[in-house]
Nanobody
Framework: QVQLVESGGGLVQAGGSLRLSCAAS????????MGWYRQAPGKQRELVAS???????KYVDSVKGRFTISRDNAKNTVYLQMNSLKPEDTAVYYC????????????????WGQGTLVTVSS
């Protein structure tokens, strides 16, 4: 019953901006880390950015200075603000929740969203 629902993908021109949102829903006790991965055609999936419940953040080098990850713990929602988009950012972006703990049974899960397509035109 736990799921991640992403939104905000679409088609933008190079230099434009998008904001991705991912909301976790269901019987959730806590989530250790939430992050965004992306996978382009013919490429391996890579971690774009992650953020822990305590606010510790990591970015892949290629997006530093352009993307900002944030999190609303009360809403179990993570965001990815993407500025100065480049064609090479084109990919399917997947939301991930690491060590999501359910209630009341206290199971730990890794949960993935369905993906949202970001296309950046030149």
């Amino acid at each position: 019953q736990v799921q991640l629902v992403e939104s905000g993908g679409g088609l933008v021109q190079a230099g434009g901006s998008l904001r991705l949102s991912c909301a976790a829903s269901g019987s959730i006790f806590s989530i250790n880390a939430m992050g965004w991965y992306r996978q382009a055609p013919g490429k391996q999936r890579e971690l774009v950015a992650s953020i822990t419940s305590g606010g510790s953040i990591k970015y892949v080098d290629s997006v530093k200075g352009r993307f900002t990850i944030s999190r609303d713990n009360a809403k179990n929602t993570v965001y990815l603000q993407m500025n100065s988009l480049k064609p090479e950012d084109t990919a399917v972006y997947y939301c991930n929740a690491d060590r999501l703990r359910t209630r009341p049974q206290g199971r730990y899960l890794e949960v993935w969203g369905q993906g949202t397509l970001v296309t950046v035109s030149s």
